[in-house]
């Protein structure tokens, strides 16, 4: 039998399909982490859930070197140069997700995952700061992506929302760790990278449980199931489906689908949390994704291939 050949527009669907998968893994881990939040501390959820994740993707690297026959001074040399860029974004991931973790306790899920997108459009204005120059399509999506975060956020008596305050911070926090991640991957075994930064954040958040956790290590039976969905799913197998995708997707066809994890999360918070964001939040939603779907497209490439931010998980 002759193997059928696989045509770019095959693949192009293909790396769309797992990218599309991918978002709705991250977008529902937000009604996850909420029920996580609910048994234990930040720190102690994101200490469990980051090893679990740099566990995994450590038997992905191990299946993946066998396959491919790497020598074992190839897999010492790339882990060693992996190493420091990993520890530092591991590290910049801990503060930023323990920022959102927290803020989980007090807002809903549907208003995380929106302004945690904001990320997105903190990307292509951090390169505006640093003096690219960018178009219309960015300048236009973020403006529109700001409306759309104050109609979530800010209520009519001009208050934020309890917790969406910490999310603001929290996107701060993963637009800087995605820059940090943009600078190094480019150089480094991405597989590896991801797995020694989960792992650093794993540490980082397990030594700030035991100062600032109420009850560290606390409720971890409790939050088992949420646990393993962000552990094994969100971190380890939707990273993995992102680096896979992106060998052939379209850069401006990725900026649309990683978009969709904002839907994905409200969708998954009204679907097991029974949330509301009601008219207002609904109309600032869809005026975020709006605005974080035209930011990234004006900001992307328009080739195959082309790298995207990486989620955090």
């Not at 918070?269 to 605005?291: I, P």
Request: with cysteine; net charge positive.
């Amino acid at each position: 039998m002759y193997g059928v050949p696989v045509t770019d527009s095959t693949r192009h669907l293909r790396a769309a399909l797992l990218l599309l998968l991918a978002a709705a893994i991250w977008g529902f881990s937000f009604a996850a982490q909420r029920l996580g939040a609910l048994h234990a501390g930040p720190f102690t959820f994101n200490a469990i859930r980051f090893a679990m994740g740099a566990g995994l993707l450590g038997i992905v690297i191990v299946v993946v070197d066998r396959l491919r026959g790497r020598s074992p001074r190839r897999r010492r040399a790339a882990t060693r140069a992996a190493l420091v860029p990993g520890v530092v974004t591991g590290a910049l991931l801990a503060v930023a997700a323990g920022l959102q973790q927290a803020a989980l306790a007090e807002t809903t899920a549907g208003n995380a995952a929106f302004v945690t997108g904001l990320y997105m459009v903190l990307v292509p204005l951090a390169a505006v700061a640093r003096g690219k120059r960018v178009g219309l399509p960015t300048v236009t999506g973020i403006v529109a992506a700001v409306g759309g975060l104050y109609l979530i956020s800010v209520t009519d008596t001009l208050h934020l929302h309890p917790g969406d305050g910490l999310v603001m911070l929290s996107a701060v926090g993963f637009a800087a760790q995605i820059l940090l991640v943009d600078y190094y991957a480019g150089r480094l075994a991405r597989l590896r990278f991801a797995a020694i930064q989960f792992l650093s954040c794993a540490v980082c958040s397990a030594l700030a449980a035991l100062i600032w956790d109420a009850e560290p290590f606390a409720g971890i039976q409790l939050a088992i199931v949420p646990l393993t969905y962000t552990g094994i799913l969100s971190v380890g197998i939707a990273y993995t489906l992102q680096v896979v995708a992106q060998r052939d997707a379209i850069a401006t066809h990725a900026a649309l689908i990683m978009a969709m994890e904002s839907v994905f999360g409200a969708l998954g918070g009204a679907l097991f949390l029974g949330e509301n964001m009601g008219v207002r939040g609904y109309s600032g939603a869809a005026l975020m994704l709006a605005g974080i779907v035209v930011s990234q497209i004006g900001a992307a490439p328009r080739t195959p291939s082309a790298r995207q931010p990486a989620r955090p998980g």
